[in-house]
């Protein structure tokens, strides 16, 4: 499953918007110094490297495991 990032809204423009409106000061602004992903698990690379097979074809594959 993907992401949406216009999911996302941009969280500056969400402090400057509180704050603009009374509700809150800011104090002190933090940047992140390390960022990770999980990384995806063995099955999930196979079928990313894997040529696009058709969906009964997946299926029969995954039984004889």
């Given at each position: ?43 999930e690379r196979e079928v990313e490297q894997r040529p696009a097979r058709s969906k009964r074809m ?8």
């Amino acid at each position: 499953m993907e992401e949406a990032p216009a999911a996302y809204k941009n969280p500056v423009h969400v402090i400057e918007d509180i704050e603009r409106h009374g509700l809150v000061t800011t104090i002190a602004t933090l940047k992140p110094l390390v960022t990770f992903k999980k990384s995806a698990s063995r099955d999930e690379r196979e079928v990313e490297q894997r040529p696009a097979r058709s969906k009964r074809m997946h299926e029969k594959g995954r039984a004889r495991r």
